[in-house]
């Protein structure tokens, strides 16, 4: 942390991202940081390596961003959050390490090897990046930030915890939710632009998932896929997963969940969940993702079909069980 703070201290143009296709958490590390450091009078840009979830757009309002087109801006400083390999942000990645920026990660990922960060806020017991950048902001002397700051906190902080139903949901987590209403964050107006604001097709995408379900072993692992066909078919559309992975979690028996969808362009994503025992970001690294050890993804190559990353999925769940 001193060392993340005298880079900032030394720095007049800092420039914010994170992961590809950013999500409440990411989005929301970034929010914080953001109106902390325009706060301390640096002049700030949020530059994300490609489009997020259209379910976040709102944080744009108040933390503008623009999209990665080939370019790094000029910048004393680059702060990257909710990922600690330079591979998550895609091709900009790949700018950012022939850069001699220094950087800054704010993460609370497992960081199994040093990926050349100058510094780092990291701290995989935080249940959101949005917390460690409220601590960071905090020993940044900011003070006092805008509403609009922690409400960003707060939409990290709900949707990396489920809305603090998962196991990461720890006391701080509840302590930190409970500050953030203090500070006026207007929780049920978050509850509903993040989670009741979803594309009349969203039912018939879950049903395109839910037709494809298998179980494995006993029912201890499930499985659910959807083809971008078959959502064209039904006129279904699947941007979030986590319902479709809470229904899956919510069956006794099983321990951990998989579910692949096909995005537009073929490019297949794989969300997975467990319960207990079985370290899903072990499972999801073998399959060249990552993650945490009860929420994990991977995203296969291009030209790997909806078939084969099922195979692999398969055999990746059965031989950690
Ligand atoms: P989700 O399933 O909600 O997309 O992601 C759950 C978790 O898995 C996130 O914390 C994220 O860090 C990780 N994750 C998701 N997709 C990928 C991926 O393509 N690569 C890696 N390394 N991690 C991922
Ligand atoms: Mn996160």
Same mark, same amino acid.
């Given at each position: 942390?001193?060392?993340?703070?005298?880079?900032?201290?030394?720095?007049?143009?800092?420039?914010?991202?994170?992961?590809?296709?950013?999500?409440?958490?990411?989005?929301?590390? &970034?929010?914080? /940081? !953001?109106?902390?450091?325009?706060?301390?009078?640096? &002049?700030?840009?949020?530059?994300?390596?490609?489009?997020?979830?259209?379910?976040?757009?709102?944080?744009?309002?108040? $933390?503008?961003?623009? +999209? !990665?087109?080939?370019?790094?801006?000029?910048?004393?400083?680059? /702060?990257? #959050?909710? #990922?600690?390999?330079?591979?998550?942000?895609?091709?900009?990645?790949?700018?950012?390490?022939?850069?001699?920026?220094?950087? *800054?990660?704010?993460?609370?990922?497992?960081?199994? @090897?040093?990926?050349?960060?100058?510094?780092?806020?990291?701290? #995989?017991?935080?249940?959101?990046?949005?917390?460690?950048?409220?601590? !960071?902001?905090?020993?940044?002397?900011?003070?006092?930030?805008?509403?609009?700051?922690? @409400?960003?906190? !707060?939409?990290?902080?709900? $949707?990396?915890?489920?809305? +603090?139903?998962?196991?990461?949901?720890?006391?701080?987590?509840?302590?930190? %939710?409970?500050?953030?209403?203090?500070?006026?964050?207007? $929780? %049920?107006?978050?509850?509903?632009?993040?989670?009741?604001?979803?594309? *009349?097709?969203?039912?018939?995408?879950?049903?395109?998932? +839910?037709?494809?379900?298998?179980?494995?072993?006993?029912?201890? /692992?499930?499985?659910?896929?959807?083809? &971008?066909?078959?959502?064209?078919?039904?006129?279904?559309?699947?941007?979030?997963?986590?319902?479709?992975?809470?229904?899956?979690?919510? /069956?006794?028996?099983?321990?951990?969940?998989?579910?692949?969808?096909?995005?537009?362009?073929?490019?297949?994503?794989?969300?997975?969940?467990?319960?207990?025992?079985?370290?899903?970001?072990?499972?999801?690294? $073998? +399959?060249?993702?990552?993650?945490?050890?009860?929420?994990?993804? %991977?995203?296969?190559?291009?030209?790997?079909?909806?078939?084969? %990353?099922?195979?692999?999925?398969?055999?990746?769940?059965?031989?950690?069980?």
């Amino acid at each position: 942390m001193k060392e993340a703070v005298s880079l900032v201290e030394n720095s007049k143009r800092i420039l914010l991202s994170g992961h590809l296709r950013a999500d409440g958490d990411c989005l929301g590390a &970034q929010s914080v /940081i !953001f109106h902390a450091l325009r706060k301390l009078g640096k &002049q700030v840009e949020v530059m994300l390596p490609n489009a997020p979830d259209n379910r976040y757009g709102f944080l744009e309002a108040h $933390t503008p961003w623009t +999209l !990665f087109d080939g370019t790094l801006p000029a910048a004393d400083l680059l /702060i990257v #959050c909710d #990922c600690n390999q330079l591979d998550r942000l895609g091709a900009m990645g790949e700018a950012v390490a022939k850069s001699d920026m220094p950087r *800054i990660v704010v993460d609370h990922h497992p960081m199994e @090897e040093d990926h050349g960060w100058t510094a780092q806020v990291h701290d #995989c017991s935080a249940a959101a990046s949005g917390l460690l950048a409220l601590d !960071f902001a905090a020993a940044l002397g900011a003070g006092d930030l805008p509403l609009e700051a922690y @409400e960003a906190a !707060f939409v990290a902080l709900m $949707t990396d915890t489920g809305w +603090l139903k998962y196991s990461n949901a720890n006391a701080a987590a509840w302590a930190a %939710a409970a500050r953030l209403a203090e500070h006026g964050v207007d $929780t %049920a107006r978050v509850y509903d632009l993040v989670y009741q604001q979803a594309e *009349i097709g969203r039912p018939l995408g879950m049903v395109a998932a +839910l037709e494809n379900l298998e179980y494995h072993a006993d029912g201890q /692992i499930a499985i659910a896929s959807v083809s &971008q066909t078959r959502l064209t078919e039904l006129g279904g559309s699947m941007e979030d997963t986590d319902d479709v992975l809470d229904l899956l979690r919510s /069956i006794r028996v099983v321990e951990a969940v998989g579910l692949l969808t096909e995005r537009e362009g073929g490019m297949v994503k794989l969300s997975l969940r467990s319960k207990q025992v079985l370290d899903v970001n072990k499972v999801a690294r $073998t +399959l060249g993702g990552g993650g945490h050890a009860r929420a994990a993804g %991977a995203t296969f190559a291009s030209g790997t079909s909806l078939e084969q %990353a099922l195979v692999q999925v398969r055999a990746a769940l059965l031989g950690a069980l």
